[in-house]
């Protein structure tokens, strides 16, 4: 049973550049949460989402970045006009709809803010 | 506003002996607490996990405290190992909600 999975692993951006970031969650699981980590802190969410819908955006910056989970396919993460306080990786974990549940991580992707 | 802490940022530990990672959490609607391994380039893994209904769970070679009373979580590693260096964090998650928030993280370094 493959884990949750992230692609890509690093990416590099050039200020005002669009990034996009992909998350397949592990087989059974319906919930997708985006979390960002900045070097040497902890992860702090962002969004929380189930297909198709976004149950939890208290953490995402109000402008430029926004998530989906479609019917089919990964869930993305997208920024737009990135800058470089972007610079940092961004964790997706996935679970099964239960509360009270592990959230199981991906490996993450780097990115880059030239 | 509430959160989850860690008292110590990082913690050097000789091979073999025994290590104690603490945590103290301010929201006291948390029942779910996870502790969370993190090596270099990776994801967070999943270490062991308590409910507030008990104060004591053990797995292999690792032992989580729950404190409710002073809102106190600790991971204990029993014969530490290298592999046992990376980063753990303690997350909770408050009754009936989803998603978790974590700490700022310990570094623990194991020395040969």
């Not at chain 1, 995402?60 to 869930?75: T, V």
């Not at chain 1, 737009?80 to 991580?105: E, I, K, N, T, W």
Request: contains cysteine; charged residues 20%.
């Amino acid at each position: 049973n493959a884990g949750v999975m992230q692609n890509p692993r690093h990416l590099v951006r050039r200020r005002g550049q669009e990034a996009r970031l992909r998350c397949s969650p592990m087989k059974g699981h319906s919930h997708v949460y985006w979390y960002r980590q900045l070097p040497e802190e902890g992860l702090k969410f962002m969004v929380y989402l189930q297909k198709e819908n976004i149950i939890d955006e208290s953490g995402m910056p109000k402008e430029r970045f926004s998530a989906e989970f479609p019917k089919e396919g990964p869930s993305i993460l997208r920024i737009q006009q990135v800058v470089r306080g972007d610079s940092a990786a961004y964790f997706c974990a996935s679970s099964p709809p239960v509360a009270g549940s592990p959230l199981h991580f991906g490996n993450g992707t780097r990115l880059t803010v030239t | 506003g509430e959160s989850v802490g860690l008292h110590l940022p990082t913690l050097s530990v000789q091979e073999g002996d025994n290590s104690i990672i603490n945590c103290a959490y301010s929201n006291s609607a948390s029942d779910y607490f996870i502790w969370y391994k993190q090596e270099s380039g990776k994801g967070p893994q999943f270490i062991i996990d308590i409910r507030s209904n008990m104060d004591k769970r053990q797995g292999q070679r690792v032992t989580v405290l729950l404190n409710k009373t002073v809102k106190h979580l600790s991971l204990q590693i029993a014969a530490t190992q290298p592999g046992d260096s990376a980063v753990y964090f303690c997350a909770e998650n408050p009754l009936g909600d989803y998603k978790l928030s974590f700490g700022a993280g310990t570094t623990v370094t194991v020395r040969a």
